[in-house]
């Protein structure tokens, strides 16, 4: 304790000096005056660039004798030799018109011009010299990569440690550094390293990675999930590569700089300046997207002033005005080289990212490192390519010692991020601190761990916490409790499972299931690849699309509903499924099922042959049953229906990738296409009433449209080949919540349509602002346009439908769902007419306060009852970049 009391006035001189030794300016416009923002600010030869802010001012470390490089799209770069930091600059820059090709001095900037521009005749010559650094064009090549992946808190202020919350951890100050690209403290939270060889073969055009080591501290040893902080943020801000078209970043789709096709039409680009990388002559070309808030990057490219065209260095950034989410400012900054063979090669990838959640919120850096050395062309076994996927991890790289990093960490660890580790176990020893953990984990994670000590972690967890406490027709009140086992218990055996009470039915449902994976988990048995045998037992109430739901069908927020529910069933069923996965992103599910469904609340199974005929507007005069009817009618109604069957699904998405919760994993390569085929059979005579055979097909891709946003197309087509009564033909996937879920029809009611041949196609365009970014005023709210559209094919073939007269004797046909209304029922679910779709659109305006989507939708079709809604809202509330 003496030593640190100390050492404490040298970590406050050493906080002072270095945030003395700052040079800071501002940039303004020559002519006009006015603050010129996303400016480059950097010394000539170093590392460590800053971008103006939106008043144009900059804070930078003073370098004595440095000279300071000024510069931006569309001005002439100032160069400068700063003596001191005694006053603040004003650098004022002067606007360029490259048209003419020659640098000159306007009052007033020039439309901008691609014809006979030099700058786009250079950048023509750079896009076709791409050709030439095609690693893909030899038959093999490896290359050893070194990725660090830094997070930590920022804008740190040392009154932080003298009051409030943080006066309680003195400890805090051992673990605050400055950041070289701001100058402010900031606390390490996580780093993740990770050394990996990448090896390609021509012959199968083959590109995978081989995980050597892997390493992982700070705050993901807090979160139960274990990868998810670094997974999340790796796939947020995944490394970009110029020398590809298409870069996925910020879980968008960027084109590049020098893209083959659509860059010239896209970019502006303007010559610069001509200067030295590496004592090589180079050509300094700016470039930004036509309009600053679309999605795009902007920054310098470095070009060889040569025959070559090769890019020597490449400065990369957003525009200020992007409206991207939450991040306020990005640099990338990238080198190159040229091998022996004479192709211009990565060699460095830095990162750096400010995100800033809202004005009032401390800001937060992620920091990545990527250095490739090694590449080599040599002939590689075909040993090395024998694994399913594009990854694989060695079995010991989560062990490696000290000594491996040592040799193969190409960036040192600051004395902060070596101590991460040490962090999190000096958090968690304050007295106190353990419940608001486990309280903050419980909300983020939507289950209640029963232990977060490290020694003796949580072995069950509580959970989903939004289903807790729900209502709906049929249970009324419903109160349920929910646990689930993790790896912590067995890496191999899990339980999970729920107790529900309904106060209106005063029944008790649950679910019970016991898992064997194959594969040894870190925490949950659905963690990718899985390779699982389940057993599964529930009792529970619902209706049939509660089975298309991305989450619980009881989930509080689903209570929120635009129509009635008046149809709904109980479900006693008990399934044995065996779920494999590969790397490659090949799936095959198989599942044995006995299912007993009762029908409950207004709905019931009448068949055919005990309805009355009436007249031949109405054929038939169904017997009241019901709610309102009052009577029991055990024997003209079937009280259930027993089914078992084998169901198959194998599905194929290559590149697939998750991240893991608690409660799901989330699939983030979207881009990749999802093809599924299915099919169930039914056993009559096996503990089924009836024989049956229902197969589909369907087919997932997103396409990237740039500057336009993204298109998602979802086609699926199916067919029920036997006779069978409602409850098995085909129905659509219903949403009747207020709240939007994805792949769900937004104004079919529930079992409203009943076919047994059908097609669909749902489609999505979010336009990522490209209109109201055009708006002004309202470009400023950052809010992105959504369009959709469902459109259902249908038909009921003859045999299957109840209300022809070549079936009014049948025992096996069920009548279609209805509701009695001053004692004459009233049909409410139909055969589709098969030359008339079910149409159906959204037009959503999604992003308002970077959380809130809101979308209008609208019924075409099937809308000559009355009490058919026409239209709606929808709503979700979404983290989206």
Same mark, same amino acid.
């Given at each position: 304790?003496?030593?640190?009391?100390?050492?404490?006035?040298?970590?406050?001189?050493?906080?002072?000096?270095?945030?003395?030794?700052?040079?800071?300016?501002?940039?303004?416009?020559?002519?006009?005056?006015?603050?010129?923002?996303?400016?480059?600010?950097?010394?000539?030869?170093?590392?460590?660039?800053?971008?103006?802010?939106?008043?144009?001012?900059?804070?930078?470390?003073?370098?004595?004798?440095?000279?300071?490089?000024?510069?931006?799209?569309?001005?002439?770069?100032?160069?400068?030799?700063?003596?001191?930091?005694?006053?603040?600059?004003?650098?004022?820059?002067?606007?360029?018109?490259?048209?003419?090709?020659?640098?000159?001095?306007?009052?007033?900037?020039?439309?901008?011009?691609?014809?006979?521009?030099?700058?786009?005749?250079?950048?023509?010559?750079?896009?076709?010299?791409?050709?030439?650094?095609?690693?893909?064009?030899?038959?093999?090549?490896?290359?050893?990569?070194?990725?660090?992946?830094?997070?930590?808190?920022?804008?740190?202020?040392?009154?932080?440690?003298?009051?409030?919350?943080?006066?309680?951890?003195?400890?805090?100050?051992?673990?605050?550094?400055?950041?070289?690209?701001?100058?402010?403290?900031?606390?390490?939270?996580?780093?993740?390293?990770?050394?990996?060889? /990448?090896?390609?073969?021509?012959?199968?055009?083959?590109?995978?990675?081989?995980?050597?080591?892997?390493?992982?501290?700070?705050?993901?040893?807090?979160?139960?999930?274990?990868?998810?902080?670094?997974?999340?943020?790796?796939?947020?801000?995944?490394?970009?590569?110029?020398?590809?078209?298409?870069?996925?970043?910020?879980?968008?789709?960027?084109?590049?700089?020098?893209?083959?096709?659509?860059?010239?039409?896209?970019?502006?680009?303007?010559?610069?300046?001509?200067?030295?990388?590496?004592?090589?002559?180079?050509?300094?070309?700016?470039?930004?997207?036509?309009?600053?808030?679309?999605?795009?990057?902007?920054?310098?490219?470095?070009?060889?002033?040569?025959?070559?065209?090769?890019?020597?260095?490449?400065?990369?950034?957003?525009?200020?005005?992007?409206?991207?989410?939450?991040?306020?400012?990005?640099?990338?900054?990238?080198?190159?080289?040229?091998?022996?063979?004479? /192709?211009?090669?990565?060699?460095?990838?830095?990162?750096?990212?400010?995100?800033?959640?809202?004005?009032?919120?401390?800001?937060?850096?992620?920091?990545?490192?990527? /250095?490739? !050395?090694?590449?080599?062309?040599?002939?590689?076994?075909?040993?090395?390519?024998?694994?399913?996927?594009? !990854?694989?991890?060695?079995?010991?790289?989560?062990?490696?010692?000290?000594?491996?990093?040592?040799?193969?960490?190409?960036?040192?660890?600051?004395?902060?991020?070596?101590?991460?580790?040490?962090?999190?176990?000096?958090?968690?020893?304050?007295?106190?601190?353990?419940?608001?953990?486990?309280?903050?984990?419980?909300?983020?994670?939507?289950?209640?761990?029963?232990?977060?000590?490290?020694?003796?972690?949580?072995?069950?967890?509580?959970?989903?916490?939004?289903?807790?406490?729900?209502?709906?027709?049929?249970?009324?009140?419903?109160?349920?409790?929910?646990?689930?086992?993790?790896?912590?218990?067995?890496?191999?055996?899990?339980?999970?499972?729920?107790?529900?009470?309904?106060?209106?039915?005063?029944?008790?449902?649950?679910?019970?299931?016991?898992?064997?994976?194959?594969?040894?988990?870190?925490?949950?048995?659905? /963690?990718?690849? !899985?390779?699982?045998?389940?057993?599964?037992?529930?009792?529970?109430?619902?209706?049939?699309?509660?089975?298309?739901?991305?989450?619980?069908?009881?989930?509080?927020?689903?209570?929120?509903?635009?129509?009635?529910?008046?149809?709904?069933?109980?479900?006693?069923?008990?399934?044995?499924?065996?779920?494999?996965?590969?790397?490659?992103?090949?799936?095959?599910?198989?599942?044995?099922?006995?299912?007993?469904?009762?029908? !409950?609340?207004?709905?019931?199974?009448?068949?055919?042959?005990?309805?009355?005929?009436?007249?031949?507007?109405?054929?038939?005069?169904?017997?009241?049953?019901?709610?309102?009817?009052?009577?029991?009618?055990?024997?003209?109604?079937?009280?259930?229906?027993?089914?078992?069957? #084998?169901?198959?699904?194998?599905?194929?998405?290559?590149?697939?990738?998750?991240?893991?919760?608690?409660?799901?994993?989330?699939?983030?390569?979207?881009?990749?296409?999802?093809?599924?085929?299915?099919?169930?059979?039914?056993?009559?005579?096996?503990?089924?009433?009836?024989?049956?055979?229902?197969?589909?097909?369907?087919?997932?891709?997103?396409?990237?449209?740039?500057?336009?946003?993204?298109?998602?197309?979802?086609?699926?087509?199916?067919?029920?080949?036997?006779?069978?009564?409602?409850?098995?033909?085909?129905?659509?996937?219903?949403? #009747?919540?207020?709240?939007?879920?994805?792949?769900?029809?937004?104004?079919?009611?529930?079992?409203?349509?009943?076919?047994?041949?059908?097609?669909?196609?749902?489609?999505?365009?979010?336009?990522?602002?490209?209109?109201?970014?055009?708006?002004?005023?309202?470009?400023?709210?950052?809010?992105?346009?959504?369009?959709?559209?469902?459109?259902?094919?249908?038909?009921?073939?003859?045999?299957?439908?109840?209300?022809?007269?070549?079936?009014?004797?049948?025992?096996?046909?069920?009548?279609?769902?209805?509701?009695?209304?001053?004692?004459?029922?009233?049909?409410?679910?139909?055969?589709?007419?098969?030359?008339?779709?079910?149409?159906?659109?959204?037009?959503?305006?999604?992003?308002?306060?970077?959380?809130?989507?809101?979308?209008?939708?609208?019924?075409?079709?099937?809308?000559?009852?009355?009490?058919?809604?026409?239209?709606?809202?929808?709503?979700?509330?979404?983290?989206?970049?």
């Amino acid at each position: 304790m003496k030593r640190f009391l100390l050492l404490l006035p040298l970590l406050i001189l050493g906080c002072l000096s270095a945030s003395a030794q700052r040079l800071v300016g501002r940039v303004l416009d020559a002519k006009t005056g006015e603050a010129t923002p996303f400016v480059n600010v950097f010394y000539d030869g170093a590392k460590g660039a800053v971008q103006t802010d939106a008043d144009g001012r900059f804070s930078i470390p003073f370098r004595k004798g440095g000279k300071l490089i000024v510069s931006s799209i569309g001005y002439q770069t100032q160069s400068l030799h700063p003596k001191s930091t005694a006053d603040s600059l004003i650098v004022k820059l002067r606007t360029i018109d490259m048209s003419l090709g020659t640098a000159v001095v306007q009052a007033k900037r020039e439309k901008y011009s691609r014809k006979n521009n030099p700058a786009v005749i250079l950048m023509e010559k750079v896009i076709a010299a791409k050709k030439a650094s095609n690693l893909r064009q030899r038959d093999y090549y490896s290359v050893e990569k070194y990725d660090k992946l830094a997070f930590a808190l920022s804008d740190i202020t040392p009154k932080v440690f003298e009051e409030g919350t943080f006066k309680a951890m003195p400890f805090l100050k051992e673990h605050v550094e400055t950041s070289p690209e701001t100058g402010k403290l900031i606390l390490p939270l996580s780093v993740d390293e990770t050394v990996s060889q /990448e090896i390609y073969r021509k012959k199968q055009d083959e590109k995978k990675s081989i995980i050597k080591g892997q390493r992982t501290t700070g705050m993901n040893e807090l979160i139960d999930t274990g990868d998810i902080l670094a997974s999340m943020l790796q796939d947020v801000f995944t490394e970009v590569n110029i020398y590809e078209d298409d870069i996925r970043f910020v879980q968008s789709q960027f084109l590049s700089p020098i893209a083959t096709n659509g860059a010239i039409a896209f970019y502006r680009y303007f010559i610069e300046d001509t200067t030295y990388v590496d004592g090589n002559k180079c050509i300094q070309v700016s470039f930004g997207p036509n309009n600053s808030r679309d999605f795009g990057f902007t920054g310098s490219l470095y070009i060889m002033a040569d025959s070559t065209f090769r890019i020597a260095k490449a400065d990369i950034s957003i525009p200020i005005k992007s409206t991207v989410n939450y991040v306020k400012r990005i640099n990338i900054a990238q080198q190159f080289t040229q091998l022996p063979s004479g /192709e211009q090669v990565l060699a460095k990838n830095d990162m750096f990212v400010l995100l800033e959640a809202a004005k009032f919120l401390k800001t937060l850096e992620v920091k990545r490192y990527t /250095e490739y !050395t090694n590449y080599s062309f040599e002939p590689l076994s075909d040993r090395l390519f024998r694994f399913r996927g594009n !990854t694989k991890i060695e079995p010991d790289a989560m062990m490696q010692e000290d000594k491996f990093w040592a040799q193969h960490r190409t960036e040192q660890l600051t004395k902060s991020e070596d101590k991460t580790s040490l962090f999190v176990k000096r958090i968690m020893n304050i007295p106190g601190i353990k419940p608001f953990i486990w309280v903050g984990k419980s909300l983020i994670e939507n289950f209640v761990p029963t232990s977060i000590d490290d020694e003796h972690p949580s072995k069950l967890d509580v959970g989903p916490v939004n289903t807790m406490v729900t209502t709906n027709p049929v249970d009324g009140l419903r109160l349920r409790a929910s646990a689930q086992t993790t790896a912590n218990f067995n890496p191999h055996f899990f339980w999970r499972g729920y107790l529900a009470y309904g106060f209106r039915d005063q029944r008790w449902k649950g679910m019970g299931e016991m898992t064997y994976s194959f594969k040894k988990k870190a925490y949950l048995p659905m /963690e990718f690849p !899985t390779a699982n045998l389940t057993f599964n037992y529930s009792y529970d109430v619902g209706v049939p699309s509660d089975q298309y739901l991305n989450t619980d069908k009881d989930n509080v927020f689903r209570a929120l509903t635009w129509s009635s529910v008046k149809h709904m069933m109980y479900d006693r069923s008990f399934k044995l499924i065996f779920d494999r996965e590969w790397e490659d992103g090949l799936q095959w599910k198989t599942q044995l099922r006995y299912s007993q469904t009762e029908p !409950t609340y207004h709905l019931f199974y009448q068949p055919v042959a005990h309805a009355h005929q009436s007249d031949p507007g109405l054929p038939y005069t169904i017997t009241p049953w019901g709610p309102e009817s009052g009577k029991n009618l055990a024997n003209l109604n079937r009280n259930f229906l027993n089914t078992t069957d #084998l169901s198959m699904t194998l599905k194929y998405q290559p590149g697939v990738a998750y991240i893991n919760t608690k409660q799901r994993r989330i699939l983030v390569n979207k881009e990749a296409p999802i093809y599924r085929i299915s099919h169930t059979t039914g056993f009559k005579g096996f503990g089924s009433d009836y024989t049956y055979n229902l197969t589909e097909i369907g087919v997932r891709k997103r396409v990237w449209l740039h500057s336009w946003g993204r298109m998602d197309f979802d086609f699926a087509a199916g067919a029920q080949w036997n006779k069978v009564p409602f409850p098995l033909l085909i129905m659509p996937k219903a949403n #009747l919540s207020y709240v939007y879920e994805d792949d769900m029809y937004y104004l079919v009611n529930n079992m409203e349509f009943f076919n047994d041949r059908y097609a669909q196609l749902m489609f999505n365009w979010n336009l990522h602002g490209k209109i109201f970014n055009r708006i002004p005023l309202i470009n400023r709210l950052k809010i992105r346009e959504h369009i959709g559209f469902n459109v259902l094919w249908g038909k009921l073939t003859d045999k299957n439908n109840p209300n022809l007269e070549q079936n009014r004797h049948r025992t096996d046909l069920f009548i279609f769902p209805g509701e009695f209304k001053n004692g004459v029922f009233k049909p409410t679910g139909y055969a589709m007419d098969p030359k008339v779709p079910y149409v159906e659109a959204a037009f959503g305006i999604h992003n308002l306060f970077k959380l809130v989507h809101v979308d209008y939708v609208r019924r075409f079709t099937y809308i000559d009852d009355p009490s058919i809604a026409r239209w709606g809202i929808r709503f979700m509330v979404r983290v989206i970049f």
